[in-house]
């Protein structure tokens, strides 16, 4: 019979072989499904969903939306300044300007003080889109968070806001 030892150093690491950690009494076994990372994911797919079905315009992503949003209500912003109120990096905040700029809805024009920068401002149609799409959205958080009740909707966006 081999010891222990011998068959722990033949046994290939895999990631079905439990860790020191996973076999002790008192932890628990590794769920994916427990994980926040994997639970944000969902939560962000069914918010997403019910974002495409509930927000009034079926070419409007979330992305498209927040950086409409902040542009009704600041009225003008740096394409940098936008990507950060928004949470988003560079390559993607270029993106989004684009599409926007392609539909009309952006209109974008050089910061007299600063040749580098890019100011954008909404067209007339993005103001009149933002404004139809600003009466969807409350309506898109409160089907995004009906299983929960007031109070526990109040304590996620509270966690959540601990967390970004």
């Not at 209500?73 to 949470?87: D, H, I």
Request: net charge positive; hydrophobic share 30%; aromatic share 4%.
């Amino acid at each position: 019979m081999r010891s222990n030892v011998a068959r722990k150093q033949q046994e290939p690491k895999s990631a079905s072989s439990p860790t020191k950690s996973a076999s002790s009494p008192t932890s628990r076994p590794y769920h994916i499904e427990e994980q926040v990372g994997y639970l944000l994911r969902r939560a962000h797919q069914r918010a997403s969903a019910i974002f495409q079905v509930s927000i009034g315009d079926p070419n409007i992503t979330p992305t498209k939306y927040s950086s409409m949003v902040k542009l009704n209500e600041y009225k003008e912003l740096s394409q940098n300044l936008l990507g950060r109120l928004v949470g988003m990096d560079k390559a993607t905040m270029q993106g989004v300007v684009r599409r926007l700029k392609e539909r009309g809805l952006v209109d974008s024009r050089p910061d007299p003080g600063d040749a580098r920068r890019t100011l954008l401002s909404l067209t007339t149609e993005g103001q009149r889109l933002v404004n139809k799409l600003l009466i969807n959205g409350p309506a898109v958080s409160r089907e995004t968070m009906k299983p929960l009740t007031a109070q526990e909707q109040r304590q996620l966006l509270d966690l959540l806001s601990k967390i970004v």
